[in-house]
């Protein structure tokens, strides 16, 4: 798995994710996005999961304690991009409409 950060001047954080999220690399995950969210300066949280190849349990995991996290300090984290596979684990979790909310992902990106 590979990320990068992107900062807009809005405070507004996008975390592009590549690569593989498994057992292996999901505590990484979570660090890197907790990371963000703790950061005072970030005012929002996109995902950008377009580049992601597998996503299993762990990775799903990883994304709601994130999720959580986020809620806890007021910060919005919303999935703005995602493979077909991402989609369908979503889908499947019950996690895609409150990942995706349209309403909340235009008012992030602006």
Not at 76 to 86: A, H, N, P, Y
């Amino acid at each position: 798995m590979h990320v990068t950060r992107t900062v807009a001047s809005d405070g507004v954080t996008t975390v592009a994710l590549s690569g593989d999220v498994d057992m292996v690399v999901a505590d990484g995950l979570l660090g890197a996005l907790s990371e963000v969210i703790d950061d005072a300066a970030t005012t929002g949280v996109v995902i950008d999961m377009s580049r992601v190849r597998f996503w299993d349990s762990s990775g799903v995991g990883a994304l709601v304690t994130a999720y959580r996290r986020a809620s806890e300090r007021g910060t919005s984290l919303v999935i703005g991009d995602m493979s077909e596979q991402v989609r369908q684990i979503l889908r499947l979790t019950g996690l895609l409409d409150l990942l995706t909310d349209r309403r909340t992902v235009r008012r992030i990106q602006g």
